[in-house]
């Protein structure tokens, strides 16, 4: 998955984990650190494909959301893996926020906006 999301071949990432987390909450638990890892990829994925829609922005972030949390309970907050899926959280958030019509005027926002300029 990660080697797909490298590649910025962020379709077949999505598909592949659509079908692998389910299976990875069921066998491993929803706490274990390969299942947190599988949906923090997916909400990457998610937002940071070019063609993202602002659903597809919403689902990221509370998919991060949701998996910063159970991250943050079970390996803690200093862990590594908790401060990236953080970082992806952040990120998503602005992007969202820069898609909807009303655009938070927020640090990350900014940044965000920035950053797409830059890059446009």
Same mark, same amino acid.
């Given at each position: 998955? &990660?080697?797909?999301?490298?590649?910025?071949?962020?379709?077949?990432? $999505?598909?592949? &984990?659509?079908?692998?987390?389910?299976?990875?909450?069921?066998?491993?638990?929803?706490?274990?650190?390969?299942?947190?890892?599988?949906?923090?990829?997916?909400?990457? +994925?998610?937002?940071?494909?070019?063609?993202?829609?602002?659903?597809?922005?919403?689902?990221?972030?509370?998919?991060?959301?949701?998996?910063?949390?159970?991250? $943050?309970?079970?390996?803690?907050?200093?862990?590594?893996?908790?401060?990236?899926?953080?970082?992806? &959280?952040?990120?998503?958030?602005?992007? +969202?926020?820069?898609?909807?019509?009303?655009?938070?005027?927020?640090?990350?926002?900014?940044?965000? $906006?920035?950053? &797409?300029?830059?890059? +446009?």
């Amino acid at each position: 998955m &990660l080697t797909l999301i490298a590649l910025e071949r962020y379709a077949e990432a $999505r598909s592949l &984990l659509r079908k692998k987390v389910p299976v990875a909450r069921r066998v491993l638990g929803e706490s274990n650190e390969l299942t947190l890892m599988f949906r923090s990829c997916y909400g990457e +994925a998610l937002y940071r494909d070019s063609g993202a829609t602002l659903d597809d922005l919403r689902v990221a972030v509370m998919t991060l959301e949701d998996t910063e949390q159970i991250a $943050r309970r079970v390996l803690g907050s200093a862990y590594p893996q908790t401060k990236t899926i953080e970082g992806s &959280l952040r990120k998503a958030r602005a992007l +969202a926020a820069l898609r909807c019509p009303i655009t938070a005027r927020t640090p990350d926002v900014i940044a965000a $906006r920035t950053h &797409l300029e830059r890059h +446009a």
